[in-house]
């Protein structure tokens, strides 16, 4: 089995103990879109697509176990660190690079290391293409029209 499909595992495990079906289904949603369009963004780059792909099933995983943003990115990052440690997935080098994309991946006005990019644009683009009817955050158009330019959009 892949690295990519033994995180899904797990992550599909921890995602179905959400009890609330709504917020399951979101979470579900958002972290498989995003680890879509990491992969996707990552090929374009000519970087990882793997490791962006597994940081963003794990960005947000804090989150959604514990239901609270409160500093969820830097939470997530030491979450991400123990989990993937566990798993034997990766060695320390790319358990360092997914971990500082998914502890940066909040600050969407900073410019971060490429693979730190990757996970920012991929939230970006979840964010923004999920639900068309919604406006886009203030703090995310700026990156959106960016990548609207970089995929011809």
Do not use: W
Not at 75 to 92: C, F, H, P
Not at 113 to 129: F, G, Q, T, W
């Amino acid at each position: 089995m892949s690295r990519l499909k033994e995180l899904r595992k797990y992550v599909d495990h921890e995602l179905n103990m959400m009890e609330d079906d709504s917020k399951r289904n979101s979470a579900v949603a958002h972290l498989y879109g995003v680890s879509l369009a990491a992969a996707m963004i990552a090929k374009k780059r000519g970087l990882d697509a793997e490791l962006s792909s597994m940081a963003a099933m794990l960005h947000d995983l804090y989150a959604y176990k514990t239901g609270s943003y409160d500093d969820h990115a830097h939470r997530g990052a030491e979450l991400a660190g123990s989990i993937l440690r566990e798993l034997k997935l990766t060695d320390e080098n790319e358990t360092d690079i997914i971990c500082s994309a998914i502890y940066h991946h909040d600050n969407k006005l900073v410019m971060d290391s490429p693979m730190d990019e990757i996970l920012k644009d991929a939230d970006v683009i979840h964010h923004c293409m999920d639900d068309l009817s919604k406006p886009i955050k203030e703090k995310e158009q700026a990156r959106f029209d960016k990548l609207c330019a970089e995929f011809g959009m």
